[in-house]
């Protein structure tokens, strides 16, 4: 094979997602440092979904139906930085490929040197050591790959030269040599290659084990003011370990105690639900306890009824709105009492996509509307919204914790001109203290230092500072690097579902004994992974 249609080209993209979905769990493991954030495989897999979603709606398989809807499906599902600079990549890839009814190995070679030119200029400052690095390996390696008498060589070639990227990654960046590991979105990106490969190589069945299928919902045709439950909820969630029959029975008695229509199965270890209700938050707390969030998909009917059926003329444009990333119902009620317009459910491992930011933003009824992602690793997909979102100005507030987005909206000024008040956004950030606590998931090495499983791991201000297994020790270290503490007036504690008891009051009597003249204030966040979430002001 020399050349590939249109359709080949659509089934060697699913089968490079499915291949990715095989790894899906060892890439994650690639990027769990001390810290429980890995959700690389998770967000890659995400990102080639939607893309296959797309494919699949593709009735007419024309080249550029089979190309826009690559480019436009990674783009919508991309998540996080390894899902948004894989959407990158298959731009870059795209874009060269316009045009083209047929494509030749010189083609599918120059594609990617296209992808390594969008992938690097989409990155404010590219780190080796990345998938970056591995795309810039393919695409330093053009003329090498054009001397390929069929796609089965060029695709052998593609992984050898992946596969030396991917070796290399640790020599490149510190953290990973430390931590014994290849970088995971390097890997990711093998792994695709790889299904590439498997597709030219004869293995034709694709099996993407998407269970994902919108559940019929009944059309709704009643007045709003009879609609009893506001929030069509959709999750699937795998669990952690096999459900018992009680425990199955328990959890569908919960959705119908909180709502009606409710659809709820188990397969395997796969959890779908459907549910009509006013606590859609409620439903993902619940269970977050027994799985894995896969997709969650929650729709306001009584929105969407309402701009179907109301004659009431439409709420004036504000001029401000804003959206911000939450990842508990006790900080979303924290972000809307702060004048938040929509809230994004997400963070550290469940970053939201491109495509459900651009929705939240696009629901708000205003001229500018602002962004705080709340986490670096959704920064870059806030960024995409801001440049796909055309009928009203977006500015992205890079906050990468919810305590610097708390601080900014405190000092929000209703009506003040956008770019004033994006510049008094950016101020507030820049001056708090912030601090995040989170438990060691295994031994590894951080920034030099050996961590013990269990530790207690402290980030003063986004940075890795203190670790130590006893509690009081690790927030005196922590509080002795804060330079003007003694100029502070208020601490504010977040407090996450896994914070002990014995923990909150070891906290709450470290702050009236040493620092008495900070005003303590905690809020139950209901956040996971980080038990305190605190900010100085």
Known sequence: ??????????????????????????????????????????????????????????????????????????????????????????????????GKSEITIEDFAYAFKSAKEVAYGAVMKPVEGTI?????????????????????EFFEKVLEVLDKAVKDTPSMLKKLKEAGVVDAGAKGLYYIAEGFYKYIQGEKEIDLNIKTTTMPVEEINIIPEDLKFQYCTELIIKSYETLESDKEEELRNFLYEIGDSVVFFVQDSVIKLHVHTNNPGNVIEKFLTVGELMKVKIDNMKMQHEHFVSKEVEQEKKKIGIVAVSPGEGISRILKDLGVDQIVFGGQTMNPSTADLKAAVESVNAENVFVFPNNSNIILAAKQVAETVKDKAVYVVESKNVQECIAALIRNIPDEEPEKLFEVFKEAILEVVTISITRAVRNAKLKGEKI??????????????????????????????????????????????????????????????????????????????????????
């Open 1 to 98: 094979m020399d050349k590939i249609t249109a359709k080949e080209l659509k089934y060697l993209f699913m089968k490079g997602a499915e291949n990715l979905l095989k790894h899906k769990d060892e890439i994650n493991a690639l990027n769990v440092f001390p810290v429980p954030d890995g959700d690389t495989g998770s967000n890659m897999s995400s990102t080639l979904l939607e893309g296959c979603k797309y494919l699949e709606s593709v009735e007419d398989e024309r080249a550029d139906k089979i190309i826009e809807a690559i480019r436009n499906g990674t783009l919508m599902g991309a998540r996080g930085n390894s899902g948004v600079i894989l959407s990158q990549i298959f731009r870059g890839f795209t874009d060269y490929l316009k």
């Open 132 to 152: 970056l690095t591995a795309i810039r390996y393919l695409a330093e390696n053009v003329d090498y790959l054009i001397d390929s008498s069929d796609f089965k």
């Open 452 to 537: 013990k499983k269990d530790e207690y791991l402290v980030f003063l201000n986004n940075d890795f500072s203190v670790h130590d297994m006893d509690f009081r020790i690790a927030l005196e270290k922590t509080f002795e690097k804060i330079e003007d503490i003694e100029d502070r007036e208020i601490v504010t504690a977040i407090i996450g579902k896994d914070a002990t008891a014995v923990e909150i009051d070891i906290f709450e009597s470290f702050i009236s004994k040493i620092y008495p003249d900070l005003e303590l204030e905690t809020y139950e966040g209901g956040q996971v992974h980080y038990p305190f979430l605190i900010l100085i002001e």
